[in-house]
């Protein structure tokens, strides 16, 4: 897969993690592209500096909510005003200053100070200030009373925005919220999927063990292997390349196998994004029938063709469609299998996605569910009388899950929900027959998804 180029200024390690920083705030950017672009770029084949650049900007990025609460406590002016840069600067140093051992303190807060300087002239002594009390006081600065008021206890010790723990704590409790907001904050696996149309995953993992990988079968998805230690970028290995493996979370793994395609089906994928789902359902086929591949955006649909051609499938279509709007008559009810991988809040995804909980505000909900019942209604016009319809989100909120299908079945009498058995761990779905997994539950990326079936 190609990445966009995204220019950085040569640097320190520390240089690059703020320069990362500023532009995911600034941007609206996501960290992964940027890292991969800038890792790429300026330390292409040094891994220890890739290591440390990729665990200061996810580690700020994951703890900001406790971060901000320790400048708050240590700033005497209006901290909502402060420049988006110097509070990165702040932050990022903090950062290593409380969670990383082997930094030195004096070089850390040295290199802000200089950052700062050169950046903001004049405003070094408030960063040399901030940070050297913060030192000081690492062990006695105060944390909001768990029994005075949990909501703040939790977004701050958790580092998760106050709204999103009210929900949270009002869906899950106390107890469930903590372990949430928790496994939120910890370094995700890299998890693979392999390509099974181009060998096994008992052959992979051989192979990949004998090259002095470090790598595990993946405990729910039968695909998956799970990376624990590699000295190259998983797009740097010869698998790869050679188009034998994927990178997809565990959870996303599981999805396409809810919908277990049969060899032979006529399918569509109505969101297809880059084909990630969409690729392993043609493995899941044996690349015998046909998929199209729908999504509004052309440039997803790019990167989805250079991984059809790299994974050897044959299969898959591509269209420029938007997936509510009404199909054309030749595929109006005409699929046995509909997939509608809806775009969501990504709550799920917070492990891999840290930045999100900073950019989502409670009113961006509404406008992501409206959209969401759009796809639905599309997707239920393309599939036939008897046909299969999957939908899915990364989300964990049930307005996004639940009420979306309560309110599609309200709507729609021809669909009934389908209760599937012997396609998906009993531990991966709930008690209604909806898969649903966990980040602190499964140790993978959450997602939600329904099957139901168009009454013949």
């Not at 999957?390 to 929900?417: D, K």
Request: charged share 25%.
């Amino acid at each position: 897969m190609k990445n966009k180029v995204f220019p950085f200024q040569p640097g320190s390690t520390r240089q690059l993690a703020a320069q990362i920083l500023d532009r995911i705030e600034g941007e609206g950017a996501f960290a992964e592209p940027l890292l991969d672009a800038c890792l790429t770029a300026c330390l292409h084949n040094d891994v220890k500096n890739r290591r440390l650049v990729t665990q200061m900007v996810y580690g700020t990025l994951r703890m900001r909510g406790y971060l901000d609460w320790i400048i708050i406590h240590l700033y005497r002016g209006d901290f909502p005003v402060m420049a988006e840069g110097l509070k990165n600067i702040l932050r990022m140093t903090l950062y290593q200053l409380f969670f990383l051992d082997r930094v030195p303190s004096y070089a850390a807060v040295n290199e802000a100070v200089n950052m700062t300087e050169t950046r903001f002239r004049g405003r070094g002594g408030l960063v040399n200030a901030i940070l050297r009390n913060a030192i000081r006081r690492k062990d006695t600065l105060p944390l909001p009373d768990r029994s005075q008021d949990l909501p703040l206890h939790v977004a701050v010790v958790y580092s998760h925005p106050r709204w999103l723990v009210e929900k949270w704590l009002a869906l899950f409790g106390e107890e469930e919220t903590i372990r949430l907001c928790a496994a939120d904050n910890m370094t995700p696996p890299v998890t693979l999927r392999v390509n099974t149309l181009k060998s096994s995953r008992e052959e992979i993992l051989a192979e990949m063990q004998a090259d002095g990988v470090k790598v595990v079968p993946t405990g729910y998805s039968p695909d998956g292997l799970r990376i624990t230690r590699s000295e190259l970028p998983v797009r740097n290995l010869r698998w790869f390349e050679e188009g034998k493996i994927q990178v997809q979370d565990e959870g996303s793994q599981l999805i396409s196998r809810f919908l277990n395609p049969q060899s032979g089906d006529n399918m569509i994928d109505l969101c297809a994004g880059t084909g990630g789902k969409t690729t392993h359902l043609a493995a899941l086929m044996g690349d015998i029938g046909r998929i199209v591949a729908l999504d509004n955006q052309e440039k997803k649909l790019a990167l989805l063709r250079e991984m059809i051609v790299r994974m050897g499938i044959s299969r898959i279509e591509t269209l420029v469609r938007d997936g509510t709007d009404l199909p054309p008559k030749d595929m109006a009810e005409h699929f046995d299998r509909v997939l509608v991988d809806a775009p969501c809040t990504g709550l799920g995804t917070l492990r891999r996605n840290p930045e999100i909980k900073w950019r989502l505000a409670p009113e961006d909900i509404a406008q992501t569910v409206s959209l969401q019942k759009e796809l639905l209604e599309g997707a239920a016009r393309y599939l036939k009388k008897g046909g299969i319809l999957v939908y899915s989100t990364c989300s964990l909120l049930p307005e996004e899950n639940e009420e979306n299908i309560h309110a599609f079945l309200a709507r729609h009498q021809e669909f009934r929900q389908d209760t599937p058995t012997g396609i998906i761990s009993p531990d991966c779905l709930d008690p209604n027959g909806c898969l649903k997994t966990m980040p602190h539950r499964h140790d993978m990326d959450g997602f939600f998804a329904v099957r139901l079936i168009k009454r013949l």
